[in-house]
């Protein structure tokens, strides 16, 4: 049976919706992964239902959203190659492919983090987490650049006016929450 051309249009719509639900999960799971680390500081009448709160919204976060917008953003995937197996053959698809494996191996990777923080044997810290948490941004930039320009992968000036941009933006929001973090841990000294 052959899908009609207006399917492939259907695929790469649903493809792009998967990616943004998929990213939307990762992003705001190891966030939790972080609050959850950080409950640690809490006094010990607290920690319990911090931790058990967190770990609760981490396994719907991961299992309702995160997973679902992957399965989604990869099951589209096969139907559009499936239209244009071609695409294979292209230098861009085999890159991109290898950083959609970075971005699964960190998927089941979170997974991964998520028991140890259940079962309270997490060896992370906040501020680790937090950097973890910039590496899905980093695969996101580069698929996408891959996705739009395909073989003409810009490697000029305005490439990295915008990847500086871009790097700039997260080194500033990291160091707003760590001013704003500092600030509040002053003020309860006080
Ligand atoms: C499972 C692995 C994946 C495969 C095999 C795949 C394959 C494809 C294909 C064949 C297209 C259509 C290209 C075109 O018609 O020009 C596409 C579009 C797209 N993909 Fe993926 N993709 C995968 C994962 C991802 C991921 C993880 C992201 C985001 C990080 C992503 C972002 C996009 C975007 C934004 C488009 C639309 C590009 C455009 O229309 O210009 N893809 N993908």
Request: hydrophobic fraction near 55%; proline fraction near 4%; aromatic fraction near 16%.
């Amino acid at each position: 049976m052959s899908l009609p051309p207006e399917a492939y249009l259907w695929f790469k719509t649903l493809h792009i919706i998967g990616v943004v639900v998929w990213f939307a999960g990762l992003f705001y799971l190891v966030r939790l992964f972080i609050y959850h680390v950080e409950a640690n500081d809490l006094s010990v009448d607290l920690q319990k239902p911090f931790f058990d709160q967190y770990s609760l919204m981490e396994k719907r976060l991961a299992n309702i959203i995160t997973t679902p917008g992957m399965i989604l953003t990869v099951s589209m995937a096969i139907g559009l190659l499936s239209m244009q197996p071609s695409w294979l053959y292209e230098r861009w698809m085999q890159v991109k492919l290898l950083f959609v494996a970075f971005l699964l191996a960190y998927h089941f990777y979170c997974y991964k983090l998520m028991s140890t923080l259940q079962s309270n044997s997490c060896k992370w810290t906040g501020k680790q987490l937090r950097i973890l948490n910039e590496l899905p941004t980093l695969l996101l930039v580069i698929v996408v650049m891959l996705v739009v320009f395909k073989n003409n992968f810009p490697t000029n000036g305005a490439t990295w006016l915008i990847i500086g941009l871009v790097v700039f933006m997260a080194l500033s929001i990291q160091f707003y929450a760590r001013f704003r973090r500092i600030k509040k841990e002053k003020s309860l000294v006080k």
